[in-house]
């Protein structure tokens, strides 16, 4: 594989510039010259783990209410101004972040910034704008969760694996019934809590010169206010942790279950190995449990591993689809847990592992290869690890994963802990 990511030795980056405003925006420039594109992200360090809980959703409900209208860009502005520019935009929410990303014309760097400080400058979504959005969040809630086969099972999980007092209690888009019961007065304290510059990082990546890009940052963000008040953050502990085992009915085909294991949140250092044990899991036709689960014992249609990583508590996620209704839950769980222990008692091998390794590192490695994933992965890199600099080095930490290390991360997260189990099975 080439390109601007893939052709740097560990030593080498690109060139970049990190400061901040002087009222606390954190901003990171990239320069790449590959192509005449820029792309502008814009993240905030606000996800569902920071809802409160009487207004579950909140953190993603704002994603689509921030391209509904602020100060100067009226409803269905957004929109049509990056369309006409030639570009593209999007924004997702997980559990501890929201990002917001624009890739136009270098030339259009610019109108993007302006759109940018628009928003975060002031809240502007009108009453038409809230109604709009509930609905729309209120379907996707729907077709999503609700009404989607095996939709339910991560808000049982939820449920489960974290306390009443913990808020990675619910899923991303949380409770139908508090964003249709939103007000301008909710939606509005929320924006001042977390919509603020110094809880947020701007990346510009692409073809830029660096004073220009400074100089643009400065004009269109640079007069926003600096908040001194504290930000309001949700406490966690270990105690927030539990487990337990629930099913489900369900109108799905088959039999499914999901059975997950807590672990350090991602800022501990384990997430590029859990990584890499999910990979070799579920990564492929030659992966472990797809091999042993559905061509040789012909027990599942379909598994699936990952490494669900958050903050300040993770979860090490199996999931196996029944090859047919006559293979219950039972089953499935004790083919599945012969495979979950026999990772401690033959761990990988050197063919496992390296694939393994290649695999969660040239998923990595892709991601990085545009500047939408290159600003999007230095922004979690900054916002979390106060380092830009460190998206160019986890290649590196990959390729350095021995098998004792692995092992003795796994046998942390398996060994001595109950499971969370969510069994699905047909109505």
Not at 9 to 22: G, I, Q, V
């Amino acid at each position: 594989m080439s390109g601007f990511f893939m052709d740097m030795t560990m030593t080498e980056f690109p060139p970049l510039l990190d400061y901040r405003l002087d009222n606390g925006l954190r901003v990171i420039l990239i320069k790449n010259e590959k192509a005449p594109l820029v792309n502008v992200t814009l993240g905030y360090k606000v996800g569902s783990k920071d809802d409160s809980f009487s207004h579950k959703g909140f953190a993603h409900f704002f994603e689509h209410l921030m391209f509904d209208g602020s100060k100067h860009v009226k409803r269905g502005e957004f929109d049509v101004f990056c369309s006409k520019a030639g570009g593209t935009f999007n924004a997702y929410t997980s559990f501890d972040q929201t990002i917001y990303h624009t890739t136009v014309p270098a030339h259009q760097l610019d109108l993007v910034l302006w759109l940018e400080s628009d928003r975060m400058m002031q809240f502007g979504v009108q009453q038409i704008g809230l109604e709009t959005q509930q609905k729309v969040v209120s379907e996707e809630i729907k077709q999503t969760v609700e009404n989607q086969p095996y939709g339910t099972w991560r808000v049982q999980q939820g449920k489960l694996a974290f306390n009443d007092e913990c808020s990675y209690q619910w899923e991303v888009l949380g409770d139908r019934a508090h964003i249709e019961s939103a007000t301008l007065e909710d939606v509005a304290s929320f924006f001042d809590g977390y919509y603020r510059t110094g809880n947020a990082v701007l990346v510009i990546a692409g073809h830029i010169e660096f004073s220009k890009a400074q100089s643009s940052v400065e004009k269109y963000f640079g007069s926003l206010k600096k908040h001194h008040d504290s930000i309001k953050r949700n406490p966690f502990s270990e105690s927030m942790k539990k487990t337990g085992s629930i099913t489900i009915n369900d109108a799905v085909p088959l039999p499914a279950i999901f059975v997950s294991y807590h672990f350090d949140g991602f800022l501990s250092g384990k997430s590029i190995h859990a990584d890499v044990l999910a990979s070799a899991f579920a990564d492929g036709k030659s992966s472990r449990l797809y091999n042993a689960l559905v061509r040789e014992q012909q027990l599942a249609s379909g598994v699936f591993c990952y490494a669900d990583q958050r903050e300040h508590a993770s979860l090490l996620t199996f999931s196996v689809t029944s090859a047919h209704q006559g293979i219950g839950i039972e089953r499935l769980h004790e083919a599945l847990e012969k495979e979950i222990w026999g990772m401690i008692r033959e761990p990988l091998n050197e063919h496992e592992l390296s694939k393994a390794i290649n695999g969660a590192a040239t998923g990595l490695a892709y991601h990085l290869q545009t500047n939408a994933g290159l600003a999007d992965f230095v922004c979690n890199q900054t916002m979390f690890w106060d380092d830009p600099k460190r998206a160019f080095t986890i290649l590196d930490k990959y390729r350095a994963l021995d098998m004792d290390e692995i092992r003795g991360v796994y046998e942390t997260i398996i060994n001595d802990k109950e499971a969370i189990s969510v069994n699905v099975v047909p109505v």
